[in-house]
Every structure is written in C-alpha cells, then in structure tokens.
C-alpha cells in the first residue's frame, strides 16, 4: 500500500511562485513514478508531471514545460513541483499520484493507482 500526502497549496498573486510537497510512504516506494494532476473547477483531472523515483527521468505536460519543474528527494521520500510564473489559469486542486509501473519506459503513460488527498491552488489575477 501507498500513502500520499500533499502540502503546499495556497493563495498567490499572477507571477508568482509555490512549491508544493509529496509526502510518499510504503515499502516499494522506490520502485513506483510518481505525479502530479490538477483539477480545476468544473474540468476533468489532467496530467502536470511525473518522475521516475529511480533516476529521475520527467515529463511534463505542455501547458506548464518550462515553468514547473518536479523533483524529488530519494532521503526524504518526498516529491516536490516547484511552479513558477504562476497564472490564473493554474488554479486547481493539485494531486500527487503513485504508479506502481516504474521506471522511464512508463513516464509517458504516466497512470496512477494511488491518490493524495489534494491541496488547492489559487493564483489571483
């Protein structure tokens, strides 16, 4: 089993930045990717990014290359996305997410099993 624990999320200004957090625990975790979604009021859940927990090999949605960037710290078990140049159109509830189909010859079908409880973002205009 996989737990995921989401914190960050906040109220910022256009411009501006967040980094949200992903706590993971369970005892393959290593094995697993690991993403986030974002679901915005009144739209379907759709992919941000994900890493492989191994090497750290990342893709990303189009709509955020270049401003976001995901990481993760193997020590702490913990994945991170920093957002940078924030706009209004990022606000969403954001979803830390576990596929158990590790590894980079699946970072691009990224598809989860496991779900975090969500943290909302809101950029103000």
């Known amino acids: 089993q996989v737990q995921l624990v989401e914190s960050g999320g906040g109220l910022v200004q256009a411009g501006g930045s967040l980094r949200l957090s992903c706590a993971a625990s369970?005892?393959?975790?290593?094995?697993?990717?690991i993403g986030w979604f974002r679901q915005a009021p009144g739209k379907e859940r759709s992919f941000i990014a994900a890493?492989?927990?191994?090497?750290?090999?990342?893709a990303y949605a189009n709509s955020v290359k270049g401003r976001f960037t995901i990481s993760r710290d193997n020590a702490k078990n913990t994945v991170y996305l920093q957002m940078n140049s924030l706009k209004p159109e990022d606000t969403a509830d954001y979803y830390c997410?576990?596929?158990?189909?590790?590894?980079?010859?699946?970072?691009?079908?990224?598809?989860?099993?496991?779900w975090g409880q969500g943290t909302q973002v809101t950029v103000s205009s």
């Open positions: 997410a576990a596929d158990p189909r590790g590894g980079l010859i699946y970072i691009h079908s990224f598809s989860p099993s496991y």
């Open positions: 890493i492989t927990w191994s090497s750290g090999n990342t």
């Open positions: 369970g005892r393959t975790i290593s094995s697993y990717n």
